[in-house]
């Protein structure tokens, strides 16, 4: 899964924490359960569950690429991680860009 799906799943998963929220508090609300030991528990861990994939889904969000380039930047990536390994024979360059540029055209098509 890459950070884009992970990012749209943390917000898919903190907008299902909030609306859970508002709807157990409205419903704790009409019982008479709102002050409750256990509605409270229940509303804070739910609480810390939507900051948190709030705040992973900001970080993703922020830390991408280029936010349209996806593509490219991870092609850079694969270059960079490729060439800093140490590659000294010609056959291994060779292979790897070859691997790069056929990665490259499966994703065009």
Not at 6 to 16: D, F, G, H, N, P
Not at 42 to 64: D, E, H, K, M, P
Not at 88 to 107: K, L, P, V, W, Y
Request: hydrophobic share 40%; glycine share 6%.
């Amino acid at each position: 899964m890459n950070d884009r799906s992970r990012m749209m799943t943390y917000a898919l998963v903190a907008m299902a924490c909030i609306v859970w929220i508002w709807q157990s508090v409205k419903e704790a609300v009409s019982n008479g359960t709102a002050l409750g030991t256990t509605t409270i528990i229940f509303l804070v861990c739910i609480g810390i569950a939507a900051v948190y994939c709030i705040v992973s889904a900001l970080v993703l969000w922020w830390r991408q690429p280029g936010r349209n380039d996806e593509d490219s930047a991870s092609q850079d990536n694969e270059k960079n991680t490729q060439a800093g390994s140490g590659a000294e024979d010609g056959n291994e360059e060779d292979r790897a860009s070859s691997d790069i540029s056929d990665h490259a055209s499966r994703q065009e098509h």
